[in-house]
């Protein structure tokens, strides 16, 4: 069921990052600080931290460094397989080590690509509806962010892709609907194939525009197919040669000053809330 509810201001976005990360357990997350690219991606000059987080010292103090640029949060996360907390350096915490009793999972994330308005929010929440577990959908400038609560294994990414894209597929032109429907079947039937995962890649990032690109034609679709591609490219890097952090969503300001992300909408249990604060319209 969807429903609606009226609060005196929406939920800042990393409160809600904190309470998505102390009710899983986490002990370590992957997090960046990069330059905003014109092309909504991250820059290729960003650096990546593994910022530790001990889950026994509850959600006092400050859980997100200061990178200074812009901070984002990674989909790649580590769970101590004993529910303690993950304590020192370094990034064998993101692999299956068995002297560090860690786990390495992933939240996944999704970019939005949609103009951000209460008509989108209620369309893209309604669509949502049909992913099983709790999720929070998070309010930006321009569109929005989709993070699950629930962990999975981070090589299963390319799946979950998929049936992201197919969900939404039919909500644009036909022709996108062809498209989306087609990559994301492959994605959903090749996840371990990382030779056709590519080549879905390189469609996604040669083909697919974004609502705002007046100029360029090619599918359209509401999640943003463009940051799959970039995020699945550094899925690869992860699993191939160790470099922590795939799949990033901002948490902080484009600028100091400026406004975070919200939470708009979030499935508890069987309900999804859509969020309305007093006196906003977005």
């Known amino acids: 069921m969807i429903r609606t509810e009226v609060v005196d201001s929406l939920k800042p976005?990393?409160?809600v990052w904190r309470e998505?990360?102390?009710?899983?357990?986490?002990?370590?997350?992957?997090?960046?600080?990069?330059?905003?690219?014109?092309?909504?991606?991250?820059?290729?000059?960003?650096?990546c931290d593994l910022h530790l987080i001990d889950v026994d010292q509850g959600l006092e103090g400050s859980y997100f460094p200061d990178l200074g640029s812009v901070f984002a949060i990674s989909s790649l996360v580590a769970i101590n397989r004993f529910g303690a907390g993950v304590y020192g350096e370094g990034v064998d915490y993101f692999y299956d080590e068995p002297w560090l009793h860690t786990v390495p999972l992933s939240l996944l994330g999704?970019?939005?690509?949609c103009p951000n308005n209460e008509e989108n929010a209620r369309f893209v929440s309604t669509k949502l509806e049909?992913?099983?577990?709790?999720?929070?959908?998070?309010?930006?400038?321009?569109?929005y962010h989709w993070v699950s609560h629930h962990p999975v294994p981070p090589e299963h990414a390319p799946f979950h892709y998929g049936w992201m894209?197919?969900?939404?597929a039919s909500s644009t032109d036909e022709e996108s609907a062809k498209f989306f429907n087609r990559v994301g079947t492959w994605l959903m039937r090749e996840w371990s194939d990382w030779?056709?995962?590519?080549?879905?890649i390189g469609e996604m990032l040669d083909h697919v525009r974004h609502w705002?690109?007046?100029?360029?034609?090619?599918?359209?679709?509401?999640?943003?197919?463009?940051?799959?591609?970039?995020?699945?490219?550094?899925l690869r890097r992860f699993l191939k040669y160790r470099e922590s952090g795939f799949g990033y969503l901002r948490v902080g300001p484009k600028e100091p000053g400026g406004p975070i992300p919200t939470l708009k909408a979030e499935r508890k249990g069987r309900d999804v809330v859509i969020y309305e604060s007093v006196g906003s319209t977005v």
């Open 212 to 234: 705002d690109e007046v100029d360029r034609t090619g599918p359209y679709t509401y999640p943003d197919a463009r940051y799959m591609g970039h995020s699945l490219e550094e």
């Open 165 to 168: 894209l197919k969900i939404f």
């Open 13 to 15: 976005g990393p409160e």
């Open 130 to 143: 049909a992913i099983q577990g709790d999720w929070s959908l998070l309010s930006t400038e321009g569109s």
């Open 20 to 47: 998505i990360l102390w009710n899983t357990k986490v002990g370590a997350v992957a997090c960046a600080g990069y330059e905003q690219h014109p092309h909504r991606t991250l820059s290729d000059n960003k650096h």
């Open 195 to 200: 030779v056709t995962v590519r080549s879905v």
């Open 110 to 113: 999704i970019d939005f690509d």
